[in-house]
């Protein structure tokens, strides 16, 4: 079991930064693989970022590369999502996600864990 529960979102105007964070408890960081997904009204779940479990590899969404970074503190149960030169694009809820299969994927049904979401509004 593990329980994912998220910070750091608000609102931002354009070009600014935010920094979510989520905190897992239940089984330890270190053996999952973690996620960021992110929905805005009316669309479908998209894929933000993914991160290895021992953080050796990063994957993102060509939306976001360059602008975003997630890292993980396994020590801390933690992953964070540094997000940098916000866009109105950008705004959604952002979920974090853990996967236990060791594999690093962009498809959210191959997650098992999900936080509570935390809403991020980028204005123009």
């Known amino acids: 079991q593990v329980q994912l529960v998220e910070s750091g979102g608000g609102s931002v105007q354009a070009g600014g930064s935010l920094r979510l964070s989520c905190a897992a408890s239940g089984r330890t960081l270190s053996r999952t693989v973690m996620g960021w997904f992110r929905q805005a009204p009316g669309k479908e779940r998209e894929f933000v970022a993914a991160v290895s479990r021992s953080g050796g590899f990063t994957l993102y969404a060509d939306s976001v590369k360059g602008r975003f970074t997630m890292s993980r503190e396994n020590a801390k149960n933690t992953v964070y999502l540094q997000m940098n030169s916000l866009k109105p694009e950008d705004t959604a809820v952002y979920y974090c996600?853990?996967?236990?299969?060791?594999?690093?994927?962009?498809?959210?049904?191959?997650?098992?864990?999900w936080g509570q979401g935390t809403q991020v509004t980028v204005s123009s």
């Open positions: 996600s853990a996967q236990v299969k060791d594999y690093v994927s962009r498809r959210a049904s191959e997650y098992d864990y």
